[in-house]
């Protein structure tokens, strides 16, 4: 229901909304600014610096996979395949994350494993899988840009540019890829018209009858803990050949124990980086903000639509290799069409516009003066 009253003031009217009649659910909350560390103040020539970084292609091995590759801002800053391609001659082995809100986890990557946009930055740039670039070489073609060296004496005093801020100005950039006006937020800072009838029973399910405020909880709908709650296996380790490889390459250097490199046909998640078998198939829980843009969805997109999810857990969640792990608090639900369809319209709430931005021009590289060619 919309109430407004409308006070005469002057010449003017102006409707003032009655204001958060309906109580609000305890452990969810509009989303706020993000967090910055202290280590890398924000500065808007930084962001600048790294918008333009994120879109170059410089920060690759073969000058052709900068991070807009494989996250699309007309694709919700992410790729919407189940899994993401790889550097050339390669497949990726998971799901391409979004970037809007990365700025507020703690934990990057499906399974956690990077506690920094700047170190994430840097894993990305040079992972095998995704940018493959070598920092050296990275850095001279940095340096072989005027504009570039220019832009890095300006931002960080530089006189050469240094690959660490390369990945510094990315993170201060991506910090400003977020969405906190989203219907979900207008509704929790008190406007009660922002989310429709359909919305609010799916907010109630939410919290209540289908438990997924259990773990999707906060401001960024996440508790940021880890789970298994049984993502089927991706279809394509056993299909396609060059996930296989990327696969086993994956197996082999996070270092697990020969049997399972053997064995395993399912990307043991948090497993990788404690090696505790209780861990196998748990990944971080994901934000739910902007998922309207970022299908498929799971680390291995292996469901394809908001309904398929909500389907899913529905049924109690899905089998996979580590099902002795999967998680207590995923069971049977007993939700009627109705209810799903609700769930599926609250869940829509969490994401507003699509945030599509201008690209940059990006500078060319020029041979270095021969002064500065003995840095
Ligand atoms: C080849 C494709 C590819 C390229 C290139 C790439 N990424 Fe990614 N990105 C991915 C995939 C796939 C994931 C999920 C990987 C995982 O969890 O193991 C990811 C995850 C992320 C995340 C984590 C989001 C979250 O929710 O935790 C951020 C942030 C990110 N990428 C930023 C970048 C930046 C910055 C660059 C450039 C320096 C970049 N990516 C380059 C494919 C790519
Ligand atoms: C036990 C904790 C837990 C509960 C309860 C839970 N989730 Fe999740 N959710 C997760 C984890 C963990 C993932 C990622 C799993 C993976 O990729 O293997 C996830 C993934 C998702 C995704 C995919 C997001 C993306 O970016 O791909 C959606 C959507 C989602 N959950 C919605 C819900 C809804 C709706 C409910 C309630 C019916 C719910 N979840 C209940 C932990 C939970």
Redesign the pocket.
Known sequence: MKHTTAIAFGMALVATPILADTPRPDGLAALGEPPIPASNPQSPEKVELGKMLFFDPILSGNYNMPCASCHLPEAGWAIQAPISFGYPGTTHWR?S?TVVNSAYYSKLF?AGSSGSLEHQARSAARGGVAGNGEDDMMESRLAFVPEYRERFKDVFGDDWPNIRHAYDAIAAFERTIVQTDTPFDTYMNGDDTALTEQQVRGLDL?TGK???S???SGALLTDEK??N?G?PAYSGWEEDELAQITFRFELYAKGVTEEMYRSTKDDP?LYFRTKETADKGK????S?RY?KY?YP????GMLET?AD??EF?NQGGGDNEFAANK?D??QP?GLTDDEKAD?VAF?ESLSGDEILIEEPDLPAMEPLPAAMGTN
């Open positions: 799901n994350q499906w939410f289908a438990g997924c259990q773990c999707h880890y789970y709650i993502v998640g990944f971080r829980t994901p739910l998922t970022t969805y799971m680390h291995n908001l999810v909500v857990y998680s608090l995923i639900l769930l869940l």
